[in-house]
């Protein structure tokens, strides 16, 4: 019985070795670890830095949720400003020459905006606007400003 205890007692020696060389790992972590945190602590209390940690996790999360109220509101906004447009050039009158005339549609994103047409002759030029909503227009609208306003809803 005691043959059989002195054969395994180099296999307990080093499975005790094993086990505080685990040990000794795992302290050194945890020490490294709480010197970390208490980093910049002159009077050695650990819970005045994690209360401090707490305070600047609610202050940012504070911050977080301004900026996030900003983004939702600029989101909104952004949704009034002109993001889709359609140009179309013509000739209406053969007497000039070149493609002087346009037709130009400004849309918002719910199809909200206007017409403008400028119409050029050797005399003069004429600029009519009509309002768009919703995509249509309670005026008539030319075979050339039907097309800038599919150009626009399409972009």
Excluded at 32 to 37: N, S
Excluded at 44 to 56: H, P, S, T
Excluded at 78 to 95: C, D, T
Excluded at 123 to 146: F, N
Aim: hydrophobic share 45%; charged share 25%.
């Amino acid at each position: 019985m005691v043959e059989q205890i002195i054969e395994l007692l180099p296999v307990i020696l080093i499975g005790i070795l094993l086990w505080l060389f685990g040990l000794t790992i795992v302290f050194y972590w945890i020490f490294v670890h709480y010197k970390k945190l208490g980093k910049g602590v002159k009077s050695g209390n650990l819970v005045k830095v994690i209360d401090g940690l707490v305070d600047i996790e609610k202050s940012n999360i504070k911050a977080i949720d301004e900026v996030k109220a900003a983004i939702v509101a600029i989101e909104k906004d952004s949704l009034k400003h002109i993001q889709k447009f359609g140009l179309v050039r013509f000739n209406p009158f053969n007497e000039t020459g070149g493609d002087q005339s346009f037709s130009l549609c400004l849309l918002d994103n719910k199809e909200n905006g206007f017409m403008i047409s400028c119409l050029h002759t050797r005399d003069r030029t004429r600029v009519y606007a009509k309002p768009i909503s919703a995509g249509k227009s309670k005026y008539e609208l030319s075979k050339e400003e039907k097309k800038a306003l599919e150009l626009a809803k399409k972009s």
